[in-house]
């Protein structure tokens, strides 16, 4: 099974220097973007914008990133266990105490909830309060199922506010990863919406610029860095970036460029795994609905954002965007 980190591949790489993104591949990709609903294209390499472009919007305009929020979550996660809060194999029922004398739901860990195989069910989109998803009955047994949805974000949400305030700290999730994290890389948010319960969405519900959005990217392509210094810590860093036992294109809230060993419709919206061998083998992707992309490749120095217009109606209906991330990385010359 493929169990390098992230930082352990990109060290495996030859070391051949990437080209530099011209001005006409930077065109290419704000066309193809564009004929696909786009309104942002920004790419970053070496830490400098070599392509920005907005269609409808402006560089200070924060859109919604929809489920690219969920790739948040995993940097919380990173960040919990530097601190001390958290281990990725503990037992979720050691914090959700109700859930002890479950015989299914006191098995589940936290690297389960994160991969999304501890069996919550739900709906997409409509993401569940805190105790709702507390509360909400396993769709299947853990360890057995990928099932992408909004329940396991929420649930570490409550998770992380319940083990803060054991701490004697503000039991906010937001405000925790923004302490710890986007203030520390300079990273604002534009919005980020609660639900009815007051807490914050971690499903969904980030609005950011792209250039704020590249800046986590940045901190992933820096290797969970800042000025040199770990900010989380590495090894649940590289964690993120592995593929899970279940579906070997999902890590721990991140998107990976490998095939998934059973058929599933969100992971099916990516054409990712099927151009594997064509793709550099440490590009992690935070996706969401509308096709909102941000692609890291440290071995190509590049962080790419990728922003849309997203039709719900088209959505509802289950029409087929014809987004291609393939095509839109080929025109800015990435491949292995």
């Given at each position: 099974?493929?169990?390098?980190?992230?930082?352990?591949?990109?060290?495996?790489?030859?070391?051949?220097?990437?080209?530099?993104?011209?001005?006409?591949?930077?065109?290419?990709?704000?066309?193809?973007?564009?004929?696909?609903?786009?309104?942002?294209?920004?790419?970053?390499?070496?830490?400098?914008?070599?392509?920005?472009?907005?269609?409808?919007?402006?560089?200070?305009?924060?859109?919604?990133?929809?489920?690219?929020?969920?790739?948040?979550?995993?940097?919380?996660?990173?960040?919990?266990?530097?601190?001390?809060?958290?281990?990725?194999?503990?037992?979720?029922?050691?914090?959700?105490?109700?859930?002890?004398?479950?015989?299914?739901?006191?098995?589940?860990?936290?690297?389960?909830?994160?991969?999304?195989?501890?069996?919550?069910?739900?709906?997409?989109?409509?993401?569940?309060?805190?105790?709702?998803?507390?509360?909400?009955?396993?769709?299947?047994?853990?360890?057995?199922?990928?099932?992408?949805?909004?329940?396991p974000m929420q649930l570490f949400g409550e998770i992380m506010r319940r083990k803060l305030i054991a701490k004697g700290l503000d039991g906010n999730p937001l405000n925790y990863l923004k302490r710890r994290i986007l203030d520390p890389i300079g990273l604002t948010?534009?919005?980020?919406?609660?639900?009815?319960?007051?807490?914050?969405?971690?499903?969904?519900?980030?609005?950011?610029?792209?250039?704020?959005?590249?800046?986590?990217?940045?901190?992933?392509?820096?290797?969970?860095?800042l000025q040199g210094k770990p900010l989380v810590d590495p090894a649940a860093f590289d964690a993120l970036f592995q593929p899970s036992a279940l579906n070997p294109a999902y890590g721990l809230t991140w998107w990976l460029p490998h095939s998934p060993k059973m058929?599933?419709?969100?992971?099916?919206?990516?054409?990712?795994?099927?151009?594997?061998?064509?793709?550099?083998?440490?590009?992690?992707?935070?996706?969401?609905?509308?096709?909102?992309?941000?692609?890291?490749?440290?071995?190509?120095?590049?962080?790419?954002?990728?922003?849309?217009?997203?039709?719900?109606?088209?959505?509802?209906?289950?029409?087929?965007?014809?987004?291609?991330?393939?095509?839109?990385?080929?025109?800015?010359?990435?491949?292995?």
């Amino acid at each position: 099974m493929y169990r390098m980190g992230m930082m352990v591949a990109f060290a495996l790489l030859p070391t051949v220097a990437a080209a530099q993104v011209t001005p006409s591949q930077c065109t290419a990709a704000e066309r193809y973007s564009a004929s696909h609903r786009g309104i942002a294209v920004l790419v970053l390499q070496d830490g400098k914008i070599v392509c920005e472009v907005y269609t409808g919007s402006n560089a200070s305009t924060a859109n919604e990133l929809w489920s690219g929020t969920k790739s948040f979550v995993g940097i919380m996660a990173a960040a919990a266990v530097q601190d001390g809060l958290l281990t990725l194999d503990e037992l979720a029922a050691d914090t959700l105490v109700e859930w002890k004398g479950d015989p299914r739901k006191s098995t589940i860990t936290l690297r389960q909830l994160l991969s999304m195989s501890a069996g919550q069910g739900g709906v997409i989109g409509r993401p569940p309060s805190y105790a709702d998803a507390v509360r909400a009955p396993l769709a299947s047994t853990p360890g057995t199922r990928f099932e992408y949805g909004p329940t396991p974000m929420q649930l570490f949400g409550e998770i992380m506010r319940r083990k803060l305030i054991a701490k004697g700290l503000d039991g906010n999730p937001l405000n925790y990863l923004k302490r710890r994290i986007l203030d520390p890389i300079g990273l604002t948010i534009g919005s980020w919406r609660d639900g009815p319960d007051g807490n914050p969405l971690l499903p969904q519900g980030a609005s950011l610029t792209s250039r704020n959005w590249a800046k986590l990217g940045e901190f992933v392509r820096n290797g969970g860095r800042l000025q040199g210094k770990p900010l989380v810590d590495p090894a649940a860093f590289d964690a993120l970036f592995q593929p899970s036992a279940l579906n070997p294109a999902y890590g721990l809230t991140w998107w990976l460029p490998h095939s998934p060993k059973m058929a599933d419709p969100v992971t099916a919206g990516s054409d990712l795994g099927a151009h594997a061998a064509d793709l550099p083998v440490d590009i992690v992707t935070a996706a969401g609905a509308g096709d909102q992309r941000m692609y890291v490749i440290p071995s190509l120095r590049l962080t790419i954002v990728r922003q849309a217009r997203l039709d719900i109606a088209a959505l509802t209906r289950g029409e087929k965007s014809g987004w291609s991330d393939f095509a839109f990385l080929q025109t800015i010359g990435v491949r292995r």
